[in-house]
Nanobody
Framework: QVQLVESGGGLVQPGGSLNLSCAAS????????MSWYRQAPGRQREWVAT???????NYAASMMGRFTISRDNANNTMCLQMYSLKPEDTAVYYC??????????????WGQGTPVTVSS
């Protein structure tokens, strides 16, 4: 009913920047919270950042000051600007959205993920 598609991942050198995007489509009435999660090889998935519909943001401690989350409610999109990337930021990054469907149900959806590799 809802599709989330991430883009923007890739290979970047330490200290570099990347901008991830997420586009939501489907039977959407509106999107409440939107978040980014990531999963590094051999590690558990971890929360990165969340932005409310009203634009309030929260970040995991290790990303604060280096990552910026933003969204466009009109277009159901979200971005994650990542600066000063470190090798430990290497992971698959997932877009997550809490969606009020046109059927009035409220469900959480995950994208398929976009890989980010930080390496020289």
């Amino acid at each position: 009913q809802v599709q989330l598609v991430e883009s923007g991942g890739g290979l970047v050198q330490p200290g570099g920047s990347l901008n991830l995007s997420c586009a939501a489509s489907g039977s959407i009435s509106y999107i409440s919270d939107m978040s980014w999660y990531r999963q590094a090889p051999g590690r558990q998935r971890e929360w990165v950042a969340t932005i409310t519909r009203g634009g309030v943001t929260n970040y995991a401690a290790s990303m604060m000051g280096r990552f910026t989350i933003s969204r466009d409610n009109a277009n159901n999109t979200m971005c994650l600007q990542m600066y000063s990337l470190k090798p430990e930021d290497t992971a698959v990054y997932y877009c997550v959205a809490l969606v009020r469907l046109t059927s009035h149900d409220l469900d959480r959806y995950w994208g398929q993920g976009t890989p980010v590799t930080v390496s020289s």
